[in-house]
């Protein structure tokens, strides 16, 4: 769990410092890309906790290398930066399901909606993985590689 939150910590971090950057640095997104990356820092932290405390005790044992806890750290980053945009694609898919759930209407109002919130969700995970990932992931990326290789170096080290 430790390793999750750590994860979730970074990717959030990551987001955050891609906010930044989007603030200082024109890069001329659309409206909409500008407002699905402020939403991104949630999903990536949701994202980065279930991948980095799944992932990581599925895959590292006791006796792994910094060498594998390095490449395990990049693809966790890796796994975040392709999961988000899925993530913000099914809020918007589910929205209107939800909303009626929150304020009690009957399932049949939401699904009358439909298809229009399946092309908006499209939209939605395609602009976050053109305009926020890329990006995200270039900061994510070598700091999962650090992360990871540290982390299984102070455990070998301490014998934990």
Do not use: C, E, N
Request: glycine fraction near 8%; hydrophobic fraction near 55%.
């Amino acid at each position: 769990m430790s390793v999750g939150l750590v994860a979730a910590s970074a990717a959030l971090a990551a987001s955050l410092l891609y906010l930044l950057v989007a603030m200082v640095i024109p890069l001329r997104f659309s409206p909409d890309a500008q407002y699905w990356a402020g939403y991104a820092p949630q999903y990536a932290f949701v994202a980065r906790l279930v991948v980095g405390t799944v992932l990581w005790r599925r895959v590292m044992s006791r006796v792994s290398t910094p060498k594998q806890g390095a490449f395990v750290g990049s693809a966790m980053a890796l796994g975040v930066v392709v999961i988000v945009p899925i993530l913000a694609g099914v809020y918007v898919l589910l929205f209107p399901v939800l909303l009626g759930v929150v304020t009690g209407q009957k399932l049949h109002y939401a699904i009358q909606l439909y298809p229009a919130p399946l092309w908006t969700a499209v939209g939605v995970t395609r602009t976050v993985a053109t305009a926020w990932s890329p990006l995200v992931g270039a900061l994510l990326v070598p700091f999962g590689v650090v992360a990871g290789w540290a982390y299984q170096r102070r455990r070998r080290l301490s014998g934990y």
